[in-house]
């Protein structure tokens, strides 16, 4: 985690890597932190544009979308230093089960609005 707010250190380890490396590795960094935003923008869309959903429903499913985006920027900068770190040591990129997790997390919350859409649980 201090490499997070302390990128420079990484230098210190292992050899510089062909720069396109560490460029891709940077926009894979940004396309995690655009679903991150992409999901903290419908947790907000769910809560304000909802509002007949009963509140109990409303307010989980925008919670979960709201966690999914949190977790999903803070998972986006480990994976930046751990692969960075994996290429400067000329190590296997490593592996993760986050987009596994994440994509059930939102498909679970995709099937419950679709119930709740069919069904219309209103407050």
Partial sequence: ??????????????DTPDYR????????????LRTALAL???????????PDLRWGWRIGLALALLAAGVLCSLRAVNHWVRCE???RRGEDLPSSRFP???????AVVALA?????LF???G
């Fill in 40 to 50: 903290i923008g419908g947790g907000f869309a769910v809560d304000q544009f909802l």
């Fill in 21 to 32: 490396f560490s460029l891709a590795n940077e926009r894979t960094f940004l396309a995690w």
């Fill in 113 to 117: 609005m679709v119930v709740v859409v």
């Fill in 120 to 122: 219309g649980w209103e």
């Fill in 100 to 106: 596994t997790v994440l994509s059930l997390a939102v």
């Fill in 1 to 14: 985690m201090k490499l997070w707010f302390a990128p420079e250190r990484i230098r210190e380890d292992g």
């Fill in 85 to 87: 770190r994996a290429m």
